[in-house]
């Protein structure tokens, strides 16, 4: 039982580039959450599902895409990347319980120069 | 906007003492949790409160949840080393996606 995994865990892109990140999950859980880590400002939603086949905007989703055609993967797409996406990106998930623990992913620590 | 900020930002003490954390909202919140974070790693779940005025201990750590459910308290007793890390509170408002709103973080060193 490998709990959130994400990959790859350290990239660096020049502005422009694109990318995908991978979490993928091996619980079962319908929800997935998609945040960055910046220094001083905690976690900021960028995306999130509440099943397969579903997504929604959360709080900073600008210049960011996402998919979740299989249960256990959300991907988070970057089709241009910005220095100002320089981040840590990680990925959580959840099971359908009114209040129900967010297990989170190791992180994708992303360099955009 | 930031709805949750926490204080301090930042605090280095001397293993055995203690040390409270504080989160602080204008918003009302159905649940709070709060995660601690290690260095390269994700957040884990430390506690979830539901209750206004509600407290709960884990070994020598006491979180408690405001009356008004707007703020949140983490109190540490005789911090050791292996209680450095960062802390975030996060509160929902709720319903069926349940969607945490991070506060911004207090990062603790305990100095053996």
């Known amino acids: 039982n490998a709990g959130v995994t994400q990959t790859p865990k350290f990239r660096v892109l020049k502005t422009g580039q694109s990318m995908t990140l991978l979490c993928a999950q091996d619980?079962?859980?319908?929800?997935m959450y998609w945040y960055r880590q910046d220094p001083g400002m905690g976690l900021r939603l960028i995306h999130y599902s509440v099943g397969e086949g579903t997504t929604a905007k959360g709080e900073v989703p600008d210049g960011y895409n996402v998919s979740r055609l299989k249960k256990q993967n959300f991907l988070l797409g970057l089709e241009s990347a910005a220095p100002s996406q320089t981040s840590v990106y990680f990925c959580?998930?959840?099971?359908?319980?009114?209040?129900?623990?967010?297990?989170f992913g190791p992180g994708t620590r992303l360099l955009v120069l | 906007t930031q709805l949750l900020e926490q204080s301090p930002q930042f605090l280095s003490i001397q293993e055995g003492e203690n040390l409270t954390v504080y989160c602080n909202s204008s918003?009302?919140?159905?649940?709070l949790q709060w995660y601690r974070q290690e260095p390269g790693e994700g957040p884990v779940l430390l506690v979830t409160?539901?209750?206004?005025?509600e407290v709960k201990k884990l070994k020598r750590l006491t979180f408690q949840f405001g009356d008004a459910r707007k703020d949140s308290s983490l109190h540490i007793t005789a911090a050791q080393p292996g209680d450095t890390g960062l802390y975030l509170c996060?509160?929902?408002?709720?319903?069926?996606?349940?969607?945490?709103?991070f506060g911004t973080g207090t990062l603790l060193a305990v100095q053996p």
């Open positions: 918003s009302v919140f159905s649940s």
């Open positions: 619980m079962n859980h319908e929800y």
């Open positions: 996060a509160g929902t408002y709720g319903g069926a996606t349940n969607k945490l709103i």
């Open positions: 409160v539901v209750t206004g005025g």
């Open positions: 959580a998930s959840r099971g359908l319980a009114a209040v129900e623990t967010q297990y």
